[in-house]
Structure formats: structure tokens, C-alpha cells
């Protein structure tokens, strides 16, 4: 049997519209919104109008690239939540519309399982996918955990932020350098010319599994504003060197959580999700501790790390075979419950 369907996702400031069948991605089409650059930031209201503006091009190049008509889809996924309400509303009510023209059925999807989940994708750059059950270090935005993932639909929390993310982290970081948002990618790209250990930065002392990123960005200010008095160009001067220190920092605090979750459940098939798992440093970081540590590790393509639909129609796709469909009076949520 195929399944072909359409995914939707809008939480933030990415609209996306892919096709999939069965698991093989047809299109993964992604309009980014320069309006938040010089805001240093999201600016909801700004999101969810160029959402309004996006979606309907956005799904038409979807369907065209994947060279199918609208009649040949099985069903429409979309990201529930969690994410900003008024752009959630925008790819929910878009679904909801679509799906009473064509008179197929709906699917909820939560953001974060779908983020997972684009593990089980196949394309030209993913032809494996992990075995149940694997542990997946989910790093976004928004989020930071330590998932048992045992099924499609059942999923264990292990570890999770007790406040920022390490994305968070990594862009607030970005911003006090006065690098543009987001920030993660710069890092990324400085920190590679620089020393890692040339500054060091206090590790969080959390219990268990948990992590905690905001003393980072406070140790980090500080620290800048004490270096700045003395040399009004330090930042400029040691760029590199302060990326590298940070993202050293964010990493180790990363990967010392995960190896004691993993040691304590003895799996070890290891996958990464999310937009901070584009890092190349964390990726490099993440292959040798699972050589040495003898893990499977699954390291997903750049294009299925960040905000995309393709991730929200693999979650659709398991809930269709699951027959899980949504009604059409369902309402977006700004917090997810898998948290
Ligand atoms: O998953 P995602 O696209 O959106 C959320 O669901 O939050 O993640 C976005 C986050 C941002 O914080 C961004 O700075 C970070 O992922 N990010 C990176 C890199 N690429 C994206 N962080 C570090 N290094 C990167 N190469
Ligand atoms: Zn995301």
C-alpha cells in the first residue's frame, strides 16, 4: 500500500509544506522569513503574516516538486504545537481547510516528536534509520532533551532543561557578540577557527539527567563586560576563540548528560535531533564519544536538523497507519505535553 502525504509545519518563523510516500521524501520546501534579522529575534506578529503570505505558494511548490496532484494525497499532517499560536493557527487552519476540499482525513503533530521522528525519512542523504529503542539527544530551539524512543508512539523523557535551550544558548550567546539571529550557525562557523579551551566558562550542576543553559549566558555576559572595560575591542579581537569557548562548553554540558543517561539504560543506538545537531562541533563530539563508547550513532542530514514539514509527514505517516486522525475542531497548543 502507499501513503502519500502532505506535511505542514508553521510553529516559528519557518514555513514549510513537504510530500512524502510512504517514507521517501518527495519535497521539502522551506520559506525562511528574513522580517526577524534586524529584530535580533521572532517577532510573533511579524511571523504569523508572512505564515499568511508563504503557505499557499509554499504547499503549490511542495505538491509541484513532488510532481503529484492534490487528489493523490492520502492525508494532511501539521505541526499542533508546541510554537508560537498565531503561526501555529496559520498551518492548522490551512490544513484543516485543505483537507475538507480533498475530503481526507486530518493528523495532529507535536513539533518535537516529529523532530525525531525525520530520523525514519529515506532520501538521497538518509538510508538508515535507528532501531527501537534508541536514545535521541533532541537540541532546538526551544528544547533540550534526552528521549527513550521505545515506538513511533512511545516515547520516555530522560533529561530535559530546566530552563533555556541549547539553541537558546547558543544564540544568546551569538547576540552578545552582536552576531545576527539566529546565532547558532555563526558559532558554528567562527568556532572553527578558534581554540576551544582559550576561555573557559562554569559547567551547570544539575542532578540527573537534566540540563540547564541559562547561568551560561549570565557567566558569559559577565564576563565580556569585565574584559570590555579593560580592551574596548575584545570581542572583535578574540571572535573566534570566544565562539569556540562557548560552544566547547555547550557541547561538553551536552555530552556528559547523554553518556550517563545511555550508560544507565545500556542502549546503544544514538540519534540526534533538532537544529543545534547541524553543529559541526557537537557532530564531531558525538562521533568520537560513539566510537569509543561503541554506540550506533545517527546523525541526520543538515536538511532534516532544522524546522522542516518532511519531519511533520513521517509523524503523520505513523499516525495514519495507527489510523490516529484529528478532528476538524482541534485547536493548536503553544506547550507541548511531552515536555
Ligand atoms: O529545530 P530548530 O530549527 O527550531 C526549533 O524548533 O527551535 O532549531 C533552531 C535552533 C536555533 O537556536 C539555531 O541557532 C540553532 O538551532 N542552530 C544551530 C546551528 N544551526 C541551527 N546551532 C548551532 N550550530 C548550528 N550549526
Ligand atoms: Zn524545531
Known amino acids: 500500500m502507499s501513503i502519500t502525504i502532505l506535511g505542514i509545519e508553521s510553529s516559528c518563523d519557518d514555513t ?5 510516500r510512504n517514507r521517501e521524501v518527495l519535497s521539502n520546501v522551506i520559506a525562511n522569513q528574513k522580517v526577524h534579522e534586524e529584530y535580533g529575534g521572532v517577532v510573533p506578529e511579524l511571523a504569523s503574516r508572512a505564515h499568511q503570505q508563504n503557505i499557499i ?26 510554537g508560537l499560536l ?13 483537507a475538507l476540499a480533498l475530503n481526507i482525513p486530518i493528523i495532529e503533530v507535536d513539533h518535537l516528536k516529529a523532530h525525531i521522528l525525520a530520523h525514519f525519512l ?30 513511533p508512539s512511545d516515547m520516555k523523557i530522560l533529561g530535559k532543561t530546566i530552563d533555556d535551550a541549547a539553541g537558546e544558548a547558543f544564540d544568546k550567546a ?19 577557527e578558534g581554540n576551544p579551551l582559550a576561555f573557559k566558562f562554569p559547567e551547570p550542576r544539575i542532578k540527573e539527567y537534566d540540563y540547564s543553559f541559562s547561568g551560561l549566558k549570565t557567566s558569559f555576559l559577565y564576563f565580556l563586560r569585565d574584559r570590555l572595560k579593560e580592551n574596548d575591542r575584545f570581542i572583535e579581537e578574540n571572535m573566534a ?20 543517561a545511555v550508560k544507565s539504560t545500556r542502549i546503544k543506538q544514538i540519534a540526534v535531533a533538532g537544529g543545534v545537531s547541524a553543529n559541526s562541533g557537537l557532530r ?19 536538511e532534516f536538523t532544522t524546522d522542516n514539514a518532511a519531519m511533520i509527514a513521517i509523524a503523520g505517516h505513523f499516525k ?7 478532528s476538524q475542531d482541534i485547536a493548536p497548543y503553544s506547550k507541548s505535553s511531552f515536555r
Request: aromatic share 8%; glycine share 8%.
Open 16 to 20: 514549510s509544506a513537504a510530500v512524502i
Open 57 to 82: 505558494p509554499v504547499v503549490d511548490t511542495a505538491l509541484k516538486k513532488a510532481g503529484i496532484g492534490k487528489a493523490e494525497l492520502d492525508a494532511i499532517a501539521f505541526t499542533r504545537g508546541p
Open 86 to 98: 498565531g503561526s501555529l493557527l496559520v498551518g492548522t487552519s490551512f490544513a484543516k481547510s485543505f
Open 122 to 151: 529515506i532520501n538521497e542523504n538518509q538510508k538508515q534509520s535507528p532501531e527501537f529503542p534508541f536514545i535521541c539527544l533532541t537540541v532546538s530551539g526551544g528544547h533540550t532533551q534526552i528521549v527513550q524512543v521505545n515506538s
Open 174 to 192: 551569538a547576540k552578545i557578540m552582536g552576531l545576527p539571529y539566529p546565532g547558532g550557525p555563526h558559532i558554528d562557523r567562527l568556532a572553527k
Open 241 to 260: 576563540d570566544l565562539a569556540a569557548s562557548i560552544q566547547h562548553t555547550i557541547i561538553v554540558t551536552l555530552l556528559k548528560k547523554l553518556e550517563k
Open 284 to 302: 564531531n563530539s558525538l562521533q568520537q564519544l560513539a566510537d569509543s563508547n561503541g554506540w550506533k550513532l545517527f546523525l541526520p542530514p543538515f
Open 320 to 326: 495514519y497507519l495507527d489510523k490516529e486522525f484529528a
